[in-house]
Every structure is written in C-alpha cells, then in structure tokens.
C-alpha cells in the first residue's frame, strides 16, 4: 500500500495519503471535515488566519484570506508555540483542525488564544469522536458535543454553531478501512482481499450518506465560536 499511503515523517502512528483525491475519497474524517467547512460558512473571505497546530498547513490551500499565519512545533511554521506570537497580534479567525485532542491542559490554551483575539473574533475547532486512538504525538481527549460547548464557553467563547459529521455508517466504514490497511500489512493479507469489495460497497454508501447526520453515532465535530465580550464573560460567571 505504499504507493497509496505513507507513514507520517514527524509521527510513526500517522499515515499520510500521497494525494488529495485519493485521501478525500478514502478518509471519510477528512471529507467530513471539508463538508462541515462549507455549512460554517468558511469557504467566504476572512481577514488575519492563525492556524494553530498547522501541520502541513493543508488548511491554507483550502482558505480564502487576507494574512495566513500558523503555530506548530513540529513542522515549518510562522512560531513554535503561542509563546513566540509577539504581544498585541490579534487574530480574526483561529483554526485548529484535529488537534485539541493532542493536548494536556486545552482550557489553557483556548484562554491563550482567546488573549490574541478581538471579542466576535472567530474560532473554529474540529475534534475526532469515533475514532482510534493516535498519537501526534499523544492523544489525550474525545468530546461530545456539550462536552466540547462547555470547553468553549470556559474559555470566554459562544458557540455559534456546531456540527456532528457523519453518522453509523461512516463510523463503521471509517473502522473498517483503517483496520484493511493494517491487515494489507500483515499476515491477514488473504482475509483483507476478501473483505475489500465489501468494504468498498460500505465506502460508497457512508460516502453518499455522509450528510445525514446522528445524535449519537458519529465521526467527529466542528465548531464555529465568537469570543465574547467583558460584558458577557461577567454575565457567564455570574
């Protein structure tokens, strides 16, 4: 499978498509997550973008603004860490795409960022829910969606709207194509042929049920929040 995925150069536990298309098609997370973009309305121009835990920076190509810039300790980024941003940049929409998951103390660095934002500045996060467990370079956390609200609102933000990315389906079919792949690697090899045109089925139909959404059952979440003002803050604490 080698000339489809490879292991991820900072993180062993990560596996990397080697093209987009293939990676849309085969990484139901991933097409989740463009799907969900859209409904937030992030596909319109922002203005300053910080991109916290960038990555590869995937999020740039797919964004529309005026100033791109990123945080990541483990790859080429602007900063290192939210201690390098020089005090009084100010930030009008923050990303964090699959990352708070990675992180000992969230509260904290959700008050952090909320210290280089304007009140009604945006930011977007995206969690797994139903999803194996790996390391970037550890995993840490699963929310659901209150879960997630509250994390939000303890740091000073509003939830504006939340959404839960796929459903059973594409939960049972996410499992399972991961599980073909560490079997198309092993000894299991046989059975993974034979349970391939199977799984191939199941992959067409979480793909075109992927917009029907469940309560309970699903891949992942994104949210879109606004940090709120002194005023609010005084109100929520109260």
């Known amino acids: 499978m080698n000339w489809v995925i490879r292991r991820s150069s900072s993180f062993p536990d990560l596996h990397e498509f080697k093209n ?3 990676r849309v098609f085969l ?6 997550i463009l799907q969900a ?14 991109d916290f835990g960038a990555g590869s920076q995937d999020f740039k190509k797919r964004m529309l603004c005026r100033e791109y810039l990123s945080v990541d300790p483990h790859f080429l980024s602007t900063w290192r860490s939210l201690e390098d941003i ?3 940049q100010r930030f009008d929409l923050v990303a964090a795409v699959e990352v708070f998951e990675h992180l000992k103390d969230p509260v904290k660095i959700l008050k952090d960022l909320a210290q280089h934002q304007e009140p009604g500045s945006k930011i977007y996060v995206t969690t797994p829910f139903l ?4 390391g970037a370079p550890e995993d840490f956390h699963r929310w659901t969606a209150e879960g997630l609200k509250e994390l939000l609102a303890g740091a000073g933000y509003r939830v504006e709207k939340i959404v839960k990315r796929g459903n059973g389906i594409s939960v049972v079919s996410s499992y399972l194509n991961f599980s073909l792949f560490r079997m198309l690697n ?3 090899f046989v ?3 034979l349970l391939a045109p199977v ?3 199941l992959l067409l139909v979480a793909h075109w049920t992927l917009q029907r959404k469940s309560s309970s059952f699903y891949l992942g979440l994104s949210v879109l929040a606004s940090k709120k003002g002194d005023f609010e803050n005084s109100i929520h604490k109260d």
Not at 131 to 134: G, W
């Open 37 to 50: 973009e859209v409904v937030l309305g992030l596909k319109t121009p922002q203005g300053r973008v910080l």
């Open 20 to 22: 987009r298309t293939i």
């Open 86 to 88: 020089p005090e009084g």
């Open 27 to 32: 990484d139901l997370q991933f097409r989740s």
């Open 186 to 188: 092993s000894r299991y």
């Open 199 to 201: 799984a191939f089925v």
């Open 131 to 134: 999803a194996r467990e790996h």
């Open 191 to 193: 059975f993974a042929l």
